[in-house]
């Protein structure tokens, strides 16, 4: 059927390949199969699987049925850290509102980002456990949530299902691109700085702002966190990144240095 | 929170409950099950089990989770004509080109539709046999067909999968409409920083970082330049912007009073 074979250039299913899925501490081994048919049902191919609790596991390769090659390529680590370590773009799922809103895409929005963004890097989308989803902490490693507007009465989709939702959604961005309908995105002149050297950089503020004493000792974790959020929603280039970190560094040698000149002044009274 | 709390209006969400689905020799009952929670999830409510092969059975009662109370209301019926007698428009789901192509919707497309005739009589949406789909018998009864463009490779969905992304753009649909535009999720927690108020940030962070030696003296427009794009990029909320500065006056007080302590010791000898 003519409207069927939307001609997806090979380079726009290629794209399909630079967004992983990553699963964080999954329960039911059944659910990392039915995640993984889901993917490749919508073109996708890269799994991380963050310390699940059964795997590998019979029931695993029964649900994910075709699937299976997926499931042999899933890669297996014990942190959610070396999952998105290298991605440029890193989404987290968010059944519920938190404390601190975070950028929030829908499903849609989140499908022609993460398209958009695989052009120059790779992106990650992360779910959580079945019970309780993703802890505020990983989700503060996160640049943006997503949320499946599910019905307020009942909101906790199955794990495959919301795999499914997102990567059919990853999907039809894919096609619309492939089709050259794509919205214009504005392009930027640095590449995006990569998740673990924001990780770096959120240590190295931590320790500056911690020497010049400026925490609250009541309410550190709240201005870290609002810090955290600050630089997931702006995106840091690698540029701005360097010239971020530069200033910390100028702040520690100046404390350090005048310490050690006030040290030398008390020695030579 | 508020941002997940998007008002559809009762008239809208209404909609989702003349929107049927209608699962045709269903093959395992886990499926129903899952169908029946993906339904509920998206807020729809009606489920009608054209000669199912197994059911009642507990598994689909497990697989239904929180929906259970979709399973007991679904009618059961011995053909596809009780089911979809009383609509006004009925969509088959079709997995792949077939002889004689008919009106075919994507899903959006599909979504669009039925919330829109929803409005005015009941809407069916038919789902085949987990193994080869609706007959043509069947799909020649439909008004249009619906195909989910899943990757040509591996194409088969699961079932409740099927049902789930069908259900979602239904969902979408009815947001759409009930806001009388996409769903916007971003309301924040604080207001935005005033222009001015950013703009005195600017001076105060240039100010410290020539305290502290930072500027290279060749290029120190440049580098407040792109501090600049980094943060009319991120759009400072108010408790942001109060917390950055509060850092900026911690690190002059620090140089301020290291300075001064300095002189002091320099006066007493």
């Given at each position: 059927m003519s409207e069927h074979r939307i001609s997806a250039s090979g380079s726009a299913e290629e794209l399909l390949?630079?967004?992983?899925?990553?699963?964080?501490?999954?329960?039911?081994?059944?659910?990392?199969?039915?995640?993984?048919?889901?993917?490749?049902?919508m073109g996708?191919?890269?799994?991380?699987?963050?310390?699940?609790?059964?795997?590998?596991?019979?029931?695993?390769?029964?649900?994910?049925?075709?699937?299976?090659?997926?499931?042999?390529?899933?890669?297996?680590?014990?942190?959610?850290?070396?999952?998105?370590?290298?991605?440029?773009?890193?989404?987290?799922?968010?059944?519920?509102?938190?404390?601190?809103?975070?950028?929030?895409?829908?499903?849609r929005?989140?499908g022609e980002?993460a398209i958009h963004?695989a052009k120059?890097?790779?992106?990650?989308?992360?779910?959580?456990?079945?019970?309780?989803?993703?802890?505020?902490?990983?989700?503060?490693?996160?640049?943006?949530?997503?949320?499946?507007?599910?019905?307020?009465?009942?909101?906790?989709?199955?794990?495959?299902?919301?795999?499914?939702?997102?990567?059919y959604e990853v999907r039809m961005a894919m096609l619309t691109l492939a089709e050259g309908k794509e919205p214009h995105f504005?392009?930027?002149?640095?590449?995006?700085?990569?998740?673990?050297?924001?990780?770096?950089?959120?240590?190295?503020?931590?320790?500056?702002?911690?020497?010049?004493?400026?925490?609250?000792?009541?309410?550190?974790?709240?201005?870290?966190?609002?810090?955290?959020?600050?630089?997931?929603?702006?995106?840091?280039?690698?540029?701005?990144?360097?010239?971020?970190?530069?200033?910390?560094?100028?702040?520690?040698?100046?404390?350090?240095?005048?310490?050690?000149?006030?040290?030398?002044?008390?020695?030579?009274?």
């Amino acid at each position: 059927m003519s409207e069927h074979r939307i001609s997806a250039s090979g380079s726009a299913e290629e794209l399909l390949k630079k967004v992983r899925v990553v699963l964080v501490n999954t329960t039911h081994p059944g659910n990392i199969g039915g995640a993984a048919r889901a993917m490749k049902n919508m073109g996708l191919s890269s799994l991380y699987l963050v310390a699940p609790k059964e795997y590998p596991a019979d029931r695993a390769v029964w649900r994910a049925a075709g699937a299976v090659d997926v499931l042999d390529s899933a890669i297996v680590v014990d942190t959610l850290e070396e999952a998105i370590g290298d991605c440029g773009l890193v989404v987290g799922t968010s059944a519920r509102g938190r404390r601190i809103p975070w950028p929030l895409f829908t499903p849609r929005e989140f499908g022609e980002k993460a398209i958009h963004e695989a052009k120059t890097h790779d992106v990650a989308v992360v779910f959580g456990r079945e019970d309780r989803g993703l802890t505020n902490d990983e989700l503060h490693k996160c640049h943006y949530h997503v949320h499946i507007p599910s019905n307020p009465d009942y909101s906790a989709l199955n794990l495959a299902t919301a795999v499914q939702v997102l990567c059919y959604e990853v999907r039809m961005a894919m096609l619309t691109l492939a089709e050259g309908k794509e919205p214009h995105f504005d392009d930027w002149d640095v590449p995006p700085a990569r998740h673990k050297d924001v990780e770096m950089y959120f240590e190295h503020l931590e320790e500056t702002m911690t020497d010049l004493g400026f925490f609250t000792p009541e309410n550190p974790r709240q201005t870290m966190t609002r810090m955290r959020r600050l630089y997931s929603r702006i995106r840091l280039d690698q540029m701005e990144l360097n010239i971020m970190r530069g200033m910390l560094t100028a702040i520690q040698n100046f404390v350090y240095h005048t310490n050690k000149k006030l040290e030398k002044q008390q020695k030579e009274p």
